[in-house]
C-alpha cells in the first residue's frame, strides 16, 4: 500500500508537470551580454528557495540549526566561509597574522563594507555581535562556545550572562575601522575554522539590544549581507532584496531572494515540479530516482554524522544508566539494513563512529583510519542478547523504551528500521513523533529514552563532533559524557599533529564502545534540487548553500 501511495503521488506530479508546462508565474529578468558568442543571457531577478523547518529568531547567535542558518547565511557577511571542498575561505576579513606563540590573531577587515542602510560595517560592528552573542548565554545562544571555550576572559561573561559593556577586559577588540585582534587563553591549532560560524557575524549595538534576540524579525533591520529582509514570516515565507550598499554587490545578480517554509519534503518536491520554486533543499531520497542523471538532481558531499541519542542518565528509565544496555542497543542494530532500506544508492553509508568521514586525521581520513585500525562499533545480536540478559532483560521480560522523533519519510523508515531490529534483540520500542520545534526543544531538555539526532559539520575538525558530548555544553539536561571525557576532549585543545589526533580518537573511542554513550548509524551526502540552468550557488560540506551569486536563466 506505501509504494501504491508513492506511485500514485508519482503520477499526479507528472500529470501537474505535463498539463502545466512552464510556469505561469511571472518572473524579471535582466540581461547579462555573453562576448565570447555574442549572444545575451536573460536572468531571472527572482529567485526563490524552500526550507525544511520554520526559522527560529533571525540573530546570527541563536542561529543554530540549519533551517535558520540557511536565511541567516543570506543576510550577513561574514569574516569567513566554508568553501564546496571544505577549506577556510576568505569573507570580509582578507587576511590575517598570528602571533609566534599562537594565541594572537590579528584580523585585517574588507574596506567598503556597508550596511543595507548605507551605514559603514567596521570592526567594533563584529566585535559587537561576537560579544552579544556571548551575553546570550549558552542556552540560548548554543555555539557561543567557540569564543567562551577558547577567548581570554570569555568564559565568565558567558556564564554571567554579562552586557557587552562590561566586557572591556575580553580578548576581543577593535584596533581601528578595519582590524580586530582576538588573544586566546591557549594556542589552538584549528582556531580559524571556527570564525566562518554565525557566533562572529557582526551586529548593530543600535538594533541588536544586550540579552534579546526578538530585534533580528524586525524585517526593518540593516544587514551587511548581500540581501536584508523586507517581510519575515517564519510560518510561510521570508523576502529579502539586494542589498545595493553590499562590498561586492556588482556580483550579485537576484534582485528578490524567497525562502519559502516547506517542512514537508513532498510539499517541496511538488513545489519544485510545478515551478513555485527553483531550488529545494530539503527532499526524500526518492528523488535520486526520480532524477537520475538529470541536471536538477543536485547531490553535494557533507560532513554529516546520523545517530542516536541515548538518555544515558535517565531517571524515568534507570536501565539506560547501565552501559551494558547501552553497549546492547549498539550491537542490535545492522547499520547496513539500515542503508539498504533508505534506498538510495551511494548517498548514505554505514556509520561507526560518532565522527562521520570527511575530517582530515594523523594518515588520512579521521573515520576511515580508525575503522581500518578498530571499529568502535558492530552487530552482533547474540552478544546484545547476552549483555541485556545479564542486565536482566529477556524475550519474557523485554527492555521497554520509546524512541522519539520529527517525522518525514528518512525519520519514518530509520524508526521502523530500528524497531525492528531491536525487538529481534528483546528490546520493545514504542515510536512517538513531535513537530519539529516541540522535539527539538524536548530533546535539548532531556525528555526521551531514546532521540534520533543528526549534526553537520559547523567547522572542518574532528572536534566538532567530539565536543558534543561534553557535560559542559549541555546546559538544559545532562543525557551523555562525563568528566573524565570532559578531560579527555580538553586536553587534546592544545595538541598539534599526530599527537592530537590520537588523543581524539582515545576520546571517541571512551565515548562510543567503553561507555556506549551514543548509538552511530550512518554518514550521508547531501541531495537537493536545482533548477536546470541555475548556477553559483556555494554549497558546503555543513549541508548549507549560500545564494550570494545565483544566477538563474529567466523563466
Not at 540560548?140 to 557587552?164: C, L, P, Q, R, W
Request: glycine residues 6%.
Amino acid at each position: 500500500m506505501k509504494n501504491l501511495r508513492k506511485l500514485l503521488s508519482a503520477l499526479l506530479v507528472l500529470f501537474i508537470v505535463l498539463a502545466t508546462g512552464c510556469s505561469s508565474k511571472e518572473s524579471s529578468s535582466q540581461q547579462s551580454s555573453d562576448d565570447s558568442q555574442g549572444e545575451t543571457t536573460e536572468y531571472a531577478t527572482t529567485f526563490t528557495y524552500a526550507v525544511g523547518g520554520e526559522p527560529q529568531y533571525l540573530d546570527p547567535a541563536m542561529a543554530n540549526d540549519s533551517v535558520t542558518s540557511l536565511v541567516v547565511n543570506q543576510l550577513y557577511f561574514p569574516l569567513f566561509y566554508i568553501g564546496e571542498d571544505g577549506s577556510t575561505q576568505n569573507g570580509a576579513c582578507t587576511s590575517y597574522d598570528i602571533s609566534e606563540d599562537g594565541l594572537v590573531y590579528t584580523l585585517h577587515l574588507v574596506e567598503n563594507n556597508y550596511w543595507s542602510d548605507g551605514q559603514k560595517v567596521t570592526a567594533a560592528d563584529y566585535v559587537y555581535g561576537m560579544k552579544h552573542s556571548v551575553g546570550l548565554g549558552a542556552a540560548d545562544a548554543s555555539y557561543s562556545y567557540f569564543i567562551t571555550d577558547y577567548v581570554v576572559n570569555a568564559k565568565e561573561h558567558g556564564e554571567n550572562m554579562d552586557d557587552v559593556a562590561a566586557m572591556d577586559d575580553m580578548g576581543i577588540v577593535a584596533l581601528d575601522d578595519n582590524t580586530i585582534e582576538i588573544t586566546l587563553k591557549e594556542p589552538c591549532p584549528y582556531f580559524i575554522s571556527l570564525l566562518p560560524s554565525n557566533t562572529f557575524m557582526p551586529m548593530r549595538s543600535d538594533y541588536a539590544k544586550d540579552h534579546d534576540y526578538t530585534w533580528a524579525n524586525d524585517p526593518s533591520v540593516p544587514t551587511n549581507g548581500p540581501f536584508h529582509p523586507v517581510k519575515i514570516d517564519t510560518a510561510s515565507e521570508i523576502v529579502m532584496e539586494k542589498n545595493e550598499h553590499f562590498v561586492y554587490a556588482d556580483k550579485v545578480t537576484i534582485e528578490t531572494l524567497i525562502a519559502k517554509i516547506m517542512p514537508d519534503m513532498d510539499a517541496q518536491l511538488m513545489a519544485f515540479q510545478t515551478g513555485e520554486i527553483d531550488f529545494a533543499t530539503s527532499v526524500n531520497s526518492d528523488v535520486t530516482k526520480i532524477y537520475a542523471g538529470q541536471e536538477e538532481l543536485y547531490e553535494t558531499k557533507s560532513v554529516i554524522s546520523y545517530y542516536l541519542n541515548i538518555n544515558c542518565y535517565s531517571k524515568t528509565l534507570p536501565a539506560l544508566q547501565d552501559v551494558r544496555v547501552r553497549r546492547a542497543l549498539q550491537l542490535g542494530v545492522d547499520r547496513s539494513v539500515i542503508v539498504e532500506a533508505l534506498d538510495a544508492g551511494d548517498l548514505y553509508y554505514p556509520l561507526y563512529g560518532l565522527v562521520p568521514m570527511g575530517f582530515e586525521g594523523a594518515n588520512g581520513d579521521f573515520r576511515q583510519e580508525q575503522d581500518e585500525k578498530d571499529a568502535l562499533v558492530y552487530t552482533d545480536k547474540e552478544e546484545a542478547k547476552a549483555l541485556l540478559k545479564e542486565a536482566g532483560f529477556d524475550e519474557s521480560n523485554p527492555l521497554k523504551l520509546t524512541y522519539y522523533y520529527n517525522q518525514n519519510t528518512m525519520h519514518d523508515t530509520v524508526a521502523e528500521v530500528l524497531k525492528a531490529q531491536l525487538a529481534e534483540v528483546n528490546v520493545e520500542v514504542t515510536l512517538k513523533t513531535a513537530e519539529i520545534r516541540t522535539f527539538f526543544d524536548d530533546r535539548t531538555n532531556g525528555l526521551y529514552d531514546l532521540a534520533r539526532n543528526a549534526m553537520s559539520a559547523d567547522y572542518m575538525d574532528a572536534t566538532n563532533f567530539t565536543d558534543l558530548a561534553a557535560t559542559y555544553k549541555q546546559t538544559a539536561a545532562l543525557t551523555w559524557g562525563d568528566k573524565k571525557y570532559d578531560e579527555m576532549i580538553t586536553a587534546a585543545r592544545s595538541m598539534e599533529g599526530t599527537e592530537r589526533y590520537e588523543a581524539l580518537h582515545e576520546a571517541e573511542e571512551y565515548l562510543v564502545r567503553e561507555m556506549a554513550y551514543t548509538l552511530p548509524l550512518f554518514g550521508y551526502k547531501n541531495i537537493c534540487l536545482k533548477r536546470a540552468g541555475v548556477e553559483g550557488v556555494i554549497p558546503s560540506p555543513q549541508s548549507n548553500y549560500l545564494l550570494w551569486y545565483v544566477k538563474a536563466p529567466a523563466k
